[in-house]
């Protein structure tokens, strides 16, 4: 039974939340001020779009606010979210959620916090992105990582390069290897397309491909498959605005060596009072030969976090051309993404998208446990519940359920126990899954999980 979900802002996060609920079965308003992009909602998705505030009680009144289940305030202003989840607490929605910038509604010591405002959510996308980009810089080679069941199943991602020894390998080639560690590929992306690869399919340079194992695993499989991951031992970080900050705090805490490059005089007296150790570069991220100087080709990582999309990607650009290691880089447009692994860059992130996926991981309950979705691909991996029912009881063979085209069980949680499945591996109620699936298999595979 779906939700009735009211989402109040039609930017990049409010569009991708409404698609993705929409074709999830719920029952989705959006509400925005501007004309232009009711008309996108409109033209594109299969929901109702109403124009007006979503911190006006008649608004909120027209779009059905008092039989609403879910209420999700994303627009640009912290404020108007907060007014809107003020709103809904007053109708009596049980569930609300606002993406809020402003770190003063973030601290447990604030006036106006999280409880006190009674929303169950606050999403900072500046805080989301920081913890992403230093999760993906503690393991070098992976340009995605997703952890499962209470962190002992781990999903990651890997783009196979020129003289990696997995390029040209099928699918039934590597289960020889598989003999020594249990891992599965689940997913191979190809120019823009998701593949879930069956035993014929060949790895290709250019290939990004995603493992699931167990976690202990992840350094002998690394080495068994060529990659070879490390702990980063000196960081370059372009841009200091707030996300560069809080990446630059997390690095130092690590002890990693941190350059913090920032072309604002004014903002880099203020870096210098508020890190302990980082180096303060007073430069722009394009000055390549200033760059070179301070050694940035000799970096394991550069971090490319200013508010320009552009100079995000050509510095990044520059820096790889100069010998760094690893890229990750801020990009604010979604539509570029699948256009940067092509240049060289490792790993794109949109803060909008990471913000709109924790909100998706609150929104999904009782079977599902927890989603990753990875940018540019089709797919999601969900984490979820076999359910006691009559279908299930006594147990169950994989190769039993008819799973849907486009889904592959990548890992099985029970009892404190990871299996890497197979065929014949039995599933029982109660067991956690970790699923890897096309966006167009989910609502056959909750279908499963539901009889």
């Not at 606002?98 to 009674?118: C, I, T």
Request: aromatic share 6%.
């Amino acid at each position: 039974m779906g939700l009735k979900i009211i989402i109040v802002g039609a930017g990049e996060v409010g569009y991708y939340l409404a698609d993705r609920l929409s074709l999830e079965g719920h029952d989705i308003v959006v509400v925005d001020p501007h004309e232009d992009k009711i008309k996108r909602i409109e033209r594109n998705l299969n929901v109702m779009a109403i124009r007006g505030s979503g911190a006006s009680a008649k608004v909120l009144e027209k779009a059905g606010i008092k039989e609403t289940d879910l209420f999700v305030a994303v627009t640009n202003s912290d404020e108007i979210n907060l007014i809107a989840c003020l709103l809904a607490r007053e109708y009596g929605v049980p569930r609300k959620v606002a993406r809020v910038r402003s770190e003063d509604y973030l601290s447990p010591g604030s006036p106006l916090n999280e409880q006190k405002l009674g929303i169950d959510l606050i999403i900072n996308p500046t805080r989301v992105l920081a913890d992403e980009i230093v999760r993906l810089s503690e393991i070098t080679e992976a340009t995605d990582w997703a952890e499962f069941a209470r962190g002992r199943v781990v999903l990651l991602g890997y783009l196979v390069k020129e003289g990696c020894p997995l390029a040209g390998m099928s699918l039934a080639d590597l289960r020889e290897l598989r003999a020594l560690y249990d891992f599965v590929i689940v997913a191979i992306i190809r120019d823009g397309e998701t593949i879930i690869p069956g035993g014929e399919d060949r790895i290709r340079v250019g290939d990004r491909i995603f493992i699931i194992a167990k976690k202990r695993d992840i350094p002998a499989i690394e080495y068994l498959l060529g990659f070879t991951s490390k702990t980063p031992s000196r960081v370059f970080i372009i841009g200091g605005g707030q996300v560069g900050v809080s990446v630059a705090k997390q690095m130092e805490a690590k002890k990693v060596e941190v350059y913090i490059v920032e072309k604002d005089p004014a903002r880099c007296e203020e870096l210098a009072e508020i890190l302990h150790h980082a180096v303060v570069l007073n430069l722009d991220g394009l000055e390549a030969k200033e760059l070179l100087k301070e050694g940035i080709d000799r970096a394991d990582i550069v971090i490319s976090v200013t508010d320009s999309d552009t100079v995000n990607i050509l510095s990044a650009l520059l820096a790889k051309h100069h010998g760094t290691k690893k890229c990750i880089v801020r990009i604010d447009r979604p539509d570029f993404i699948p256009l940067l692994g092509r240049l060289g860059i490792d790993v794109a992130l949109s803060p909008r998208l990471l913000a709109a996926n924790q909100i998706l991981k609150f929104v999904r309950r009782g079977q599902i446990l927890s989603v990753a979705t990875f940018l540019g691909s089709e797919a999601e991996v969900v984490e979820m519940v076999v359910p006691d029912t009559d279908f299930f009881r006594g147990g169950r063979r994989l190769a039993e359920i008819e799973f849907p085209k486009g889904a592959i069980v990548g890992a099985i949680y029970r009892a404190g126990e990871v299996i890497i499945p197979k065929g014949e591996t039995t599933l029982y109620p109660g067991d956690d899954l970790i699923i890897f699936a096309k966006r167009e298999a989910l609502p056959q595979l909750e279908k499963i999980f539901s009889r």
